[in-house]
């Protein structure tokens, strides 16, 4: 007998790319999955919710900023297997926002180069996107 799939999850991150050139990270917090790794922020889509709309409240809740839906560029989708579901997570690119991007729910914030985010351990859902990123940017 083969094993009940696992559900999927899906997920929303972004790429915020400042006017240098680097990408926001934020590390995940005590006491959450994955915690001290450094994630792509984001977080679950809600039911009824569109993959924009889930992003830009996520980004307003833990980094405090407002995001135009027209300013999300759809990038790369991510996909990995966690032990209890599937995830799947587009990551858009972001470069325009307003406000001052704010650590609200995370341990820490870094903006870092393309060339050293491998210097950073990541979910290895996020880790993949790492050579895209650094490819394109
Ligand atoms: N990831 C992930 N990478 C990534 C994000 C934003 C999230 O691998 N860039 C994973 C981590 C969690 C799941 O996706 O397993 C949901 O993340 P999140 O942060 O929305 O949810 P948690 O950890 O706060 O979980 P709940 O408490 O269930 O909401």
Excluded at 24 to 33: D, M, S, V, W, Y
Excluded at 96 to 120: I, M
Aim: charged share 25%; net charge negative.
């Amino acid at each position: 007998m083969s094993e009940a799939p696992l559900p999927t999850v899906l997920v929303v991150a972004v790429a915020l790319i400042d006017v240098d050139g680097r990408v926001l990270i934020a590390q995940r917090p005590e006491g959450k999955a994955l915690a001290g790794l450094w994630e792509f922020p984001g977080g679950k889509v809600e039911p009824g919710e569109r993959p924009e709309q889930a992003l830009i409240r996520e980004l307003n809740e833990e980094l405090g900023i407002d995001v135009n839906e027209a300013c999300l560029a759809p990038f790369v989708f991510a996909s990995h297997a966690y032990e209890s579901f599937h995830l799947l997570m587009p990551l858009y690119l972001c470069r325009r926002w307003s406000g001052v991007v704010t650590k609200r729910e995370h341990a820490a914030l870094a903006w870092v180069k393309p060339n050293k985010l491998s210097d950073y351990p990541m979910p290895p859902a996020d880790a993949p996107l790492v050579a895209w990123l650094r490819d394109l940017l």
